[in-house]
């Protein structure tokens, strides 16, 4: 990863024993690939255990639309999109970047 972990809110979420809680109010996130993308899939199941609302769009990667070039420049799946209230959109690329913030920066438990 290139940057900061990117917080999700203000970091006020509570974490007692190893179990963290996402602050109010919580990010959208939403995950951007392609059906078929292995990387993608292990993501969403990720999502699913810790409880985490989010989203799923799926795009043509024959056809990639000009919105997710924009997102994305290299036009590789997948892309995490984390949007909170007041700020600026947040765009992950980069599997390793996606997961080390999947598995660090949601709530659940954490080893």
Same mark, same amino acid.
């Given at each position: ?7 999700? !809110? *203000?970091?006020?979420?509570? %974490?007692?024993?190893?179990? %963290? #809680?996402? /602050?109010?109010? #919580? /990010?959208?996130?939403?995950? =951007?690939?392609?059906?078929? %993308? /292995? $990387?993608?899939?292990?993501? =969403? =199941?990720?999502?699913?255990? &810790? !409880? ?7 795009? $043509?990667?024959?056809?990639?639309? *000009? ?16 949007? &909170?209230?007041? #700020? ?7 599997? #390793? ?9 949601? /709530?659940? &438990?954490?080893?």
């Amino acid at each position: 990863m290139t940057g900061p972990l990117i917080l999700l !809110g *203000d970091g006020t979420g509570a %974490c007692e024993d190893g179990v %963290c #809680a996402l /602050p109010a109010p #919580a /990010p959208k996130l939403t995950l =951007i690939s392609a059906p078929a %993308c /292995p $990387d993608a899939q292990r993501m =969403i =199941i990720t999502l699913q255990e &810790r !409880g985490v609302d989010f989203g799923v769009i799926h795009i $043509d990667l024959a056809v990639r639309p *000009d919105w997710f070039l924009a997102i994305s420049p290299l036009g590789e799946v997948p892309v995490l999109k984390v949007e &909170r209230l007041g #700020a600026a959109p947040q765009i992950l690329i980069e599997n #390793a970047a996606i997961s080390q913030y999947l598995g660090e920066g949601l /709530p659940g &438990r954490h080893s």
